[in-house]
């Protein structure tokens, strides 16, 4: 059976169902598992026909053995987890008319519109599921830069083994994500408006990792996370990479590239696994925003923090990429010693240069981008212009990567992924048309709803957030206590 370790290399391996409840593993670094399973092109042959959820089954099989889930079970979690998403295919992929063998594909079909449903819908399942067959309960809680916030709050309401705390920096998400989470009914989501974040989200995963290190604080309350730091989101997204190679391949083998604007780096993460497990990626682009950590890890070997810019994209203004971590680790052999020496150099330093056979181990197959505020906005008018197809300012961001680098790029078709739908970000949109009134594609009806209803939230300023948030949250675990 598949076991679990940290990319730290200081805990002793757990099972599947531990590690998706803890979130960190007890080192505080990340968890990973053992060995990556492989598949053959003979298997991804098999796998051509399959719908999204049939093939997710069969890529979460490999990782996931049925003495901790039963196929049925996995069977079903997988369905009711992408029951409410608005396309039957659940990820489509739209070819692009104005750029030959371009393909996006389209992550927004979640019910908060974001490609964090893709594994918060999975994965939120998952530890109820696991939960109530425990019987016990958990606080969960999460920082978000204005997506998993809200695919968080959708999927953990009404669910009675959970209470979800989502914090976000107030200045830096749209009024549009922030309703996503305040408008919820439920009593057991509680988002919190963190104000006088200078470094936007990163401020509040640091809060996090602190809550966690409080030893009785985590024990008393069942502390966990759904952020990307939880290995179940990165196995899910590791299905649509494989998902949209089978959609697009001519014949299995061919090498197809794929551009992904990137933050925090779960995301490619698991497409860098995928390849690893044997999926025929050509190039990975990592598609950053001015906030170009990764663009200065994949080109210079260089994992440096610098100050914060506000972009258009600001779902990817992310200083830390902290599932960079993670992905290194199996570059490296599996060595957890050596992350452990990095990150706390890191950590001593903000200034970390790897050495160049480091760099070369983790930089293959990979080329990043750094795209400007303004050929964000110019690519999204472009496109709408020439064929009338509305990106989000994270999607933007990809094709405008896979078009500079287009010459470097030698698969035999390229996918970019559209992250968000352009209804989470109106103003933008409206900057790019240079017109205020919006077309019909950057409307959504949930948006709509949304701005009818009383918001709920709690607020804090950032310089006290931790001491606030033990208050809050001791509190109400007691109060649900004394109610249960
Ligand atoms: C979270 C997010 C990303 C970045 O994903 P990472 O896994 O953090 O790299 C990109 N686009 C959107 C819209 C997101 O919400």
């Known amino acids: 059976m598949l076991q679990y370790l940290s990319t730290t290399g200081g805990t002793e391996p757990v099972d599947f169902e531990t590690a998706i409840l803890d979130g960190f593993a007890g080192d505080g670094g990340l968890y990973v598992p053992e060995r990556l399973p492989t598949f053959s092109l003979e298997q991804l042959d098999q796998w051509r026909s399959l719908g999204y959820i049939d093939l997710a089954f069969e890529i979460l099989s490999l990782f996931i053995d049925s ?30 008319r104005s750029r030959k063998n371009t393909y996006i594909m389209e992550l927004f079909y979640g019910p ?16 109820d599921f696991f939960l109530q067959r425990k019987k016990e309960r958990l606080s969960i809680v999460v920082a978000t830069t204005g997506d998993t ?21 107030q200045e830096f998400i749209t009024e549009e994500q922030e309703r996503q989470m305040t408008t919820l009914p439920h009593s057991n989501v509680y988002p919190v408006a963190v104000s006088n974040c200078p470094d936007g989200g990163d401020d509040l995963d640091l809060v996090i990792a602190k809550l966690y290190a409080n030893k009785t604080f985590k024990k008393k309350l069942k502390l966990s996370s759904v952020n990307s730091i939880n290995w179940g989101r990165v196995m899910m997204q590791t299905v649509h990479y494989v998902y949209g190679y089978l959609q697009v391949a001519d014949q299995m083998g061919d090498p197809i590239d794929m551009v992904v604007p990137s933050g925090a780096f779960g995301n490619l993460c698991a497409g860098g696994l995928a390849r690893n497990m044997g999926l025929p990626v050509g190039t990975f682009v990592v598609a950053n925003n001015q906030n170009a950590c990764l663009h ?4 210079q070997g260089l994992f440096k923090k610098e100050a914060i810019f506000e972009t258009p994209s600001s779902a990817i203004d992310i ?12 570059q490296v052999g599996m060595d957890g010693s050596k992350i452990k020496r990095w990150i706390s150099e890191f950590k001593r330093t903000g200034n970390l240069q790897f050495d160049q056979e480091t760099f070369e181990s983790y930089k293959k197959g990979f080329l990043s981008y750094s795209a400007t505020n303004e050929q964000t906005l110019s690519t999204i008018r472009e496109i709408y212009q020439t064929e009338n197809y509305l990106l989000d300012p994270h999607g933007a961001v990809a094709v405008i990567a896979a078009e500079t680098l287009a010459e470097s790029l030698n698969g035999k078709k390229v996918i970019c992924l559209n992250t968000a739908h352009p209804a989470k970000f109106p103003d933008v949109i409206a900057a790019a048309l240079a017109s205020s009134i919006l077309p019909e594609a950057a409307n959504h009806r949930s948006i709509v709803e949304a701005q009818k209803r009383c918001q ?22 007691d109060l649900n206590k004394v109610n249960e």
Not at 319 to 330: E, G, K, Q, S
Not at 469 to 475: I, Q, Y
């Open 456 to 477: 709920k939230k709690y607020a804090c300023d950032h310089s006290h957030l931790e001491e606030a948030l033990l208050t809050a949250m001791e509190s109400n675990w």
């Open 319 to 330: 200083l830390i990429p902290y599932n960079f971590w993670r992905f290194l680790y199996f």
């Open 67 to 96: 003495s901790v889930i039963k196929a049925a079970e996995l069977k079903q979690l997988l369905t009711e987890a992408y029951a409410p998403f608005e396309k039957e295919s659940v990820i489509p992929l739209h070819p692009l």
């Open 296 to 299: 200065r890890i994949f080109s």
């Open 149 to 169: 916030g809200p695919a968080t709050a959708y999927f953990a309401a009404g669910k009675s083994s959970l209470d979800a705390w989502v914090l976000y920096p």
């Open 112 to 127: 908060t519109l974001s490609f964090k449903d893709i594994g918060l819908a999975f994965l939120v399942n998952l530890v």
